[in-house]
Every structure is written in structure tokens, then in C-alpha cells.
């Protein structure tokens, strides 16, 4: 499969905010839900957020609620990820996912990722 493109980190002061993005130019989108997930270093990659096909259900990690927002524009084959409110802990690279099921990605090969850095 071809990997997920993201694009829109970069360097933050804490309370700032990011808008990442990921295109699945690869294929067509599927109705299974898409979402986000970072990796900080010596740490395992975590889901932070998922969103379903139509976009009226989102879930959030509880230590990023109120302070991150999934979206999806199928008809782009894009998936969005507004952070607000930057932390320092927000510091990772974030990775997308194109079907996200029981809080595990099903894809077999990841993108590059973008990197979010948060500085005090």
C-alpha cells in the first residue's frame, strides 16, 4: 500500500496550536475510521485521536481531550488534526492512520510522520 502523507508540524511555544493534515493519495477511502497516533522517543506510539467515516464520532485520548480536534474531508481523502493549547508532552512524531479499529492501526506500513515540537 502506499503510505499516508502527513505534513503540518513543526516547532510551537507551549499554548500554541498546529493544524496537521494527512492525504491518502494511494487509494480511495474506505468507511472504516481514520485517526492519529504519535510516538515520542523511547516511548510506544499511542493513539491520540480517530474519527469515523462520516464524522459524527470522534474519540480523543484523555490526556489530549479539549485540546485537539479530528476532522476528515473524504471528498479529499484528508484527515485533519487542529491542536490547540500546545504542551510540552505534545512533543512527538505524529503519524496517520487511514482504518482504525479498537484503538489499533490496520495498516501494515506507516508514513513518515510529521514532527510537532513544543517548546516552553
Known amino acids: 500500500q502506499v503510505p499516508l502523507v502527513e505534513s503540518g508540524g513543526g516547532v510551537v511555544q507551549a499554548g500554541g496550536s498546529l493544524r496537521l493534515s494527512c492525504v491518502d493519495s494511494g487509494r480511495s477511502s474506505n468507511k472504516f475510521p481514520m485517526g492519529w497516533f504519535r510516538q515520542a522517543p523511547g516511548k510506544e506510539r499511542e493513539l491520540v485521536a480517530s474519527i469515523s467515516w462520516s464524522g459524527d464520532s470522534t474519540n480523543y485520548a484523555d490526556s489530549v481531550k479539549g485540546r485537539l480536534t479530528i476532522s476528515r474531508d473524504n471528498a479529499k481523502n484528508t484527515v485533519y488534526l487542529q491542536m490547540n493549547s500546545l504542551k510540552p508532552e505534545d512533543t512527538a512524531v505524529y503519524y496517520c492512520?487511514?482504518?482504525?479499529?479498537?484503538?489499533?492501526?490496520?495498516?501494515?506500513?506507516w508514513g513518515q510522520g510529521t514532527q510537532v515540537t513544543v517548546s516552553l
Open positions: 492512520c487511514r482504518t482504525v479499529l479498537a484503538g489499533r492501526c490496520l495498516m501494515a506500513y
